[in-house]
């Protein structure tokens, strides 16, 4: 991404551009090693206080894993956030599905698509200040100005 959109001070400053981009990436690489670590340990360090098995033991580790989301950059909290929903919202679906009380929606996932892409493009068309100006910049490329 850094050689697409940052080609000009790329080749201008390529100390500095590379610095700050091995500090974003170390810092994601913490960030997610943080994330998986502490999600996948939690319940194995809850069980033993407890001594036995418990649902909401598993509720923990959203809650110590989104903690992490901390230790990321400010502009990239909130994007981390949306990804975390949109997995949530899946396994929440996939629970329900497999418990009965929903019966699966055959290509559910194209439906969920259009859903997003027209709710984006509501915004791009309508209110651009609430887009993210790198994603709006991207959209720009692709969609042209309106």
């Known amino acids: 991404m850094t050689a697409v959109f940052r080609s000009n001070k790329l080749m201008s400053q390529p100390v500095n551009v590379l ?3 091995a500090s974003s990436c170390l810092q994601s ?3 997610l090693s943080m994330f998986v670590t502490m999600g996948l340990a939690s319940p194995c360090a809850m069980r033993p206080i407890f001594n036995r098995e418990r649902k909401w033991i598993y509720l923990i580790p959203g809650a110590v894993g989104g903690l992490m989301t901390a230790l990321e950059v400010k502009s990239r909290q909130l994007e981390l956030g949306m990804y975390c929903l949109t997995r949530a ?3 929440y ?3 329900l599905v497999k418990n009965g009380y929903v019966r ?3 290509n559910g996932d194209v439906f969920a698509f259009m859903f997003a892409m027209g709710t984006l493009m509501t915004l791009y068309q309508n209110d651009k200040d ?3 100006s790198h994603y709006l910049a ?3 490329r692709f969609f042209g100005k309106n």
């Open 19 to 21: 610095q700050k981009f």
């Open 29 to 31: 690489a913490i960030f």
């Open 89 to 91: 919202i899946e396994s």
């Open 93 to 95: 679906w996939n629970i």
């Open 104 to 106: 699966n929606i055959p």
């Open 130 to 132: 609430t887009i993210n």
């Open 138 to 140: 991207i959209m720009t």
